[in-house]
């Protein structure tokens, strides 16, 4: 569980940091990384829930 979680939050920082140092992009691409990073951490979530359940 804890390597799901070093994951996510490197996704989680990595997208932050990404926003940060690239403001010149526009806000479709913003947008985009915004709508992928977000989309990344419900996928993660889905397969951390789905690792707990076969662990019972």
Same mark, same amino acid.
């Given at each position: 569980m804890g390597y799901f979680k070093g994951i996510a939050t490197g996704a989680m920082i990595g997208a932050a940091a =990404?926003? &940060? #140092?690239?403001?010149? &992009?526009? $806000?479709?691409?913003?947008? $985009? #990384? $915004? $709508?992928?990073?977000? %989309?990344? %951490? =419900?996928? #993660? =979530?889905? %397969?951390m829930d789905d690792m707990m359940r076969k662990m019972r």
């Open positions: =990404g926003m &940060l #140092i690239s403001p010149q &992009l526009d $806000r479709h691409t913003k947008k $985009r #990384i $915004r $709508r992928s990073s977000n %989309m990344m %951490m =419900g996928a #993660i =979530g889905n %397969m």
